[in-house]
């Protein structure tokens, strides 16, 4: 096949993944070529396996016709290696999860050197019973320290498999747009709030990268001239108000200066605080922990804001960790938002919370696997794709 049919083969494929099954006929209207070209690739994908009959499609007056879907044997693994969870998921070819494992790395005792070799443990204890042949892999991480780490630890443990790394909040953004808050929307902005605060914006259905894939780095833009120290350096940024640590942080202070009696049983019952216990807090309306998550969506609202005006976005998915926090974190953001940015921007945009939580980046790591696997088949030689 030539190198025009390799790259069709691969628009087959995607266009499968992300819209389901679809017929001949719908395939070449979508990609914008002949039936009869369309109808050489899809026989390829057919005598590879990578393609299979599926259920006959609606009637529109004539024969019904059999559509087209990814072959029921291609699976690929996501990872999801969060702040304090490893997460490993089965997608199948429309990227749907059909099996999955979490690890709580405090309770393996995990050092940060440790990471990768947990990383593989939960990948062989998701596959031990099920067996599936996995085509591809990809690790969301939410910093990028251990993107080379954990990504060549999985190539070398599974040779001749695609593996690929990316930010979480990549992942989120690709999760959300496909299966989540902001479903076939082109335009958004995902804001993934953890022991960082990071973005990722889409723009006409594409995801921005940067000139050196660095794109979404705001928790360390200034948002007060002298605040807390953070930890790059600086005073004063977004990082040192609305990331998890530093909620962790302030709230420690208010549990030791009696500000919250909540806080302060939590805090002798474990002599530590943790996300969770904020959280929790929150959640029952500890008058002193609703105003640090208002401040916090205050601080991040007039980060968002200046995105909004930049990107224009049809719609804001904040998630991680931190988004647990609600309303009480949600309400400010808007407010800010609304206040701050362009009003012709803001008429009808959407500011929500993930439906989908760490599914989203889970979802969205599998897409990247599946993209690694379909650019790996595209390079093939000839005869092979």
């Avoid at 998550?293 to 976005?313: E, F, I, N, S």
Wanted: with cysteine.
């Amino acid at each position: 096949m030539t190198s025009v049919g390799r790259e069709l083969g691969g628009a087959v494929l995607r266009r499968l993944r992300d819209a389901g099954p679809q017929t001949k006929t719908q395939l070449a209207e979508a990609l914008g070529v002949s039936r009869t070209t369309l109808t050489s690739a899809v026989r390829v994908l057919l005598d590879e396996g990578h393609v299979e009959d599926g259920p006959l499609a609606a009637s529109s007056g004539g024969r019904r016709s059999t559509s087209l879907r990814l072959g029921s044997g291609r699976v690929v693994v996501a990872l999801s290696l969060g702040e304090r969870r490893v997460r490993v998921a089965v997608i199948d070819g429309h990227l749907t999860i059909t099996a999955g494992v979490s690890i709580d790395l405090r309770d393996r005792g995990a050092a940060p050197g440790t990471v990768p070799e947990v990383v593989q443990q939960a990948v062989r204890e998701l596959l031990a019973d099920r067996r599936p042949t996995a085509f591809g892999c990809a690790v969301a991480v939410p910093g990028s320290t251990l993107y080379d780490e954990v990504r060549d630890g999985l190539a070398d443990r599974y040779p001749g498999v695609a593996v690929a790394a990316l930010p979480a909040v990549r992942a989120m953004a690709v999760g959300e747009r496909h299966s989540g808050a902001a479903r076939a929307v082109d335009d958004l902005l995902a804001v993934r709030l953890g022991n960082g605060v990071t973005t990722a914006s889409v723009a006409g259905g594409q995801l921005a990268a940067g000139d050196r894939s660095h794109a979404g780095q705001v928790g360390h833009l200034r948002v007060e001239e002298f605040g807390p120290a953070c930890a790059c350096g600086r005073t004063g940024c977004l990082d040192s108000y609305a990331s998890g640590v530093a909620l962790v942080t302030q709230a420690g202070e208010l549990a030791r200066r009696g500000r919250s009696a909540g806080l302060a049983a939590a805090l002798a019952g474990t002599g530590e605080l943790d996300l969770a216990d904020v959280v929790a807090a929150a959640q029952a309306g500890d008058p002193a922990v609703v105003q640090l998550a208002r401040d916090a969506g205050q601080r991040l609202g007039q980060v968002v804001a200046g995105l909004v005006a930049h990107t224009d976005p049809r719609c804001v998915v904040l998630g991680g960790p931190v988004a647990a926090l609600g309303g009480h974190l949600l309400g400010d953001v808007r407010s800010t938002v609304y206040r701050l940015a362009p009003a012709a921007q803001t008429e009808s945009l959407q500011i929500v919370l993930s439906e989908m939580g760490e599914r989203a980046v889970l979802v969205g790591a599998g897409a990247e696997a599946w993209d690694a696997w379909i650019d790996g088949l595209s390079t093939l030689p000839a005869a092979h794709f």
